[in-house]
C-alpha cells in the first residue's frame, strides 16, 4: 500500500493565503458596517431639510466681551439642582426658583457668599418645569414640558391652566412671562418632539414651534404665531407694547405686537450670536439672552447639507447622544435689540441669565449646579 505525502507550501504560498484571509476580513469589515449604515440611512424615516435662511454669526457685531467666563464663575447649589433650565427671582424673598430635571422646582438664597446660599425643595410637578414667571401675588406660571402651562400657588397647589390648542397637544411647553394686564404668554418648542427628543427637532430643521398666550380671566387660548423654529425664550418689553420670542435654529429673536398700530404683526428684534434659549429683562434696559452653543464649523456644515443631519441624527438615536456645544453664553442687548455684551467660553453651556446686582447668574439644562457671574470684576471688555 503506498502512501501519498503533500510537499510542503513554501514561504511564498504561506504568504499569499496570509494576504487572502486578511483580504477577506478587512472586505466583510470593511463593507458590512457600510452596507448596513447604508440600509438604516435609507430605511430611516427622519427626513432634514433646508432651512430658510443660512446661519451667520458675522452680522452679530458684540463691542465688548468676556470669552473666559468660567475663569471668574462661581457655582451655586452644586448637587443640589439638577439641569436648572430656567431662573426666576424673587427680590422680597431674595430667592431664585428653578425647575430641575427630577421635576422638582427649587428654592435658590441669594447671598453675597456663594458658600451661604441654599437649596430647598419646593414642589415636583411631576412633568419637567422649564419656564418660570412669578405673578405679582406670588403665584409661579411655569410652562412644564410634559404637562403644559401651570399655575403653582404660594401654598404650593399646582393647576394646569392648559396643555393643548384646538386638540394638539402641546409636546415642548418651553418658556413663560406675563404681561401687567395679567395675560400670560408663552412657547411650544415643537408640537412634534417632546423634550427628550428636542435634538431632534433641531436637526430635521421643520418650523414646529408656536408662540401663545393664556388669559387667565377667560380661560382662552390663543395662538399669535405659528411655524417656528424651536419657539423659545419669552420676554413682555417694558412698556408692553410687543413680546420677544426667540427661534433657536434660526439664531435669532423676533418682537410681536399686542399692542399699538401694529397689533399682530412680527418684526425681527435681534439676531444673536448663537443659538437663543431663555430671554429676561433686567429691570434695566437690557435683556439677557442665554445661548446654549455658538455655530461652530460642524454645525455650520450640517445646517447647510440636509443629509448630513440625518447621519447625526441616525447616530443619536441608535449609537450614542453626540454632545458638541462650544462658546455658549450671554449677550445682553437694549430696548432696541442693538448688542452691548457677550459673556461667554468654550465650554460653556447656559440655557437662562438674570441679573441681580452685579452678578450674572445662569440656568443650564447641562449642569448640576447655578453659575453666578460678578460683571464688576469680570466685565466685558471693548473687542479688538
Not at 43 to 64: C, I, W
Not at 114 to 123: K, P, T
Not at 190 to 195: A, I, Q, R
Not at 320 to 332: E, F, Q, T
Request: hydrophobic share 40%; net charge negative; charged share 20%.
Amino acid at each position: 500500500m503506498s502512501t501519498s505525502v503533500s510537499a510542503p507550501q513554501s514561504e511564498s504560498e504561506n504568504s499569499s493565503a496570509r494576504t487572502r484571509s486578511w483580504f477577506s476580513v478587512s472586505f466583510y469589515a470593511l463593507v458590512l458596517p457600510v452596507a448596513v449604515a447604508s440600509l438604516l440611512y435609507r430605511l430611516e424615516p427622519f427626513e432634514p431639510v433646508l432651512l430658510p435662511v443660512r446661519l451667520s454669526q458675522s452680522n452679530v457685531a458684540v463691542p465688548a466681551r468676556n470669552e473666559h467666563v468660567l475663569r471668574g464663575a462661581e457655582v451655586v447649589g452644586e448637587g443640589h439642582v439638577e439641569g436648572p433650565e430656567d431662573l426666576a427671582y424673587d427680590a422680597a424673598a431674595r430667592v431664585i426658583y428653578t425647575g430641575c430635571e427630577d421635576g422638582w422646582i427649587k428654592r435658590v438664597t441669594v447671598n453675597d457668599s456663594v458658600a451661604e446660599s441654599f437649596v430647598q425643595d419646593w414642589v415636583n410637578t411631576g412633568g419637567r418645569p422649564l419656564g418660570l414667571a412669578l405673578k405679582g401675588n406670588g403665584d409661579l406660571i411655569v410652562a412644564d414640558a410634559e404637562k403644559g402651562l401651570l399655575r403653582v400657588t404660594r401654598e404650593k397647589e399646582i393647576e394646569v391652566l392648559v396643555d393643548e390648542f384646538e386638540g394638539l397637544k402641546f409636546k415642548l411647553t418651553d418658556e413663560v412671562d406675563i404681561a401687567d394686564d395679567g395675560i400670560i404668554y408663552f412657547t411650544d418648542a415643537s408640537h412634534k418632539y417632546s423634550m427628550k427628543d428636542a435634538s431632534m427637532d433641531i436637526l430635521e430643521g421643520k418650523p414646529n414651534g408656536r408662540l401663545l398666550s393664556y388669559n387667565p380671566a377667560t380661560k382662552k387660548t390663543t395662538l399669535l404665531a405659528q411655524d417656528l423654529y424651536f419657539a423659545n425664550g419669552v420676554a413682555v418689553s417694558p412698556d408692553q407694547q410687543f413680546v420677544i420670542f426667540c427661534e433657536s435654529v434660526l439664531m435669532r429673536c423676533n418682537k410681536y405686537y399686542v399692542q399699538g398700530p401694529k397689533k399682530g404683526t412680527i418684526e425681527k428684534f435681534c439676531d444673536v450670536a448663537g443659538m437663543p434659549d431663555n430671554i429676561h429683562y433686567d429691570g434695566q434696559g437690557q435683556y439677557l439672552i442665554a445661548t446654549f452653543t455658538a455655530l461652530t464649523p460642524e454645525m455650520d456644515l450640517a445646517f447647510r447639507y440636509p443629509f448630513i443631519r440625518k447621519v447625526v441624527a441616525i447616530v443619536i438615536k441608535y449609537v450614542l447622544n453626540l454632545h458638541i456645544p462650544k462658546n455658549g453664553g450671554v449677550m445682553v442687548v437694549d430696548l432696541e435689540g442693538k448688542p452691548l455684551a457677550h459673556y461667554y467660553d468654550l465650554k460653556l453651556v447656559l440655557t437662562s441669565a438674570i441679573k441681580i446686582g452685579n452678578h450674572i447668574y445662569g440656568g443650564s439644562v447641562a449642569y448640576p449646579f447655578v453659575t453666578r457671574l460678578d460683571i464688576e470684576k469680570y466685565p466685558a471688555l471693548p473687542a479688538v
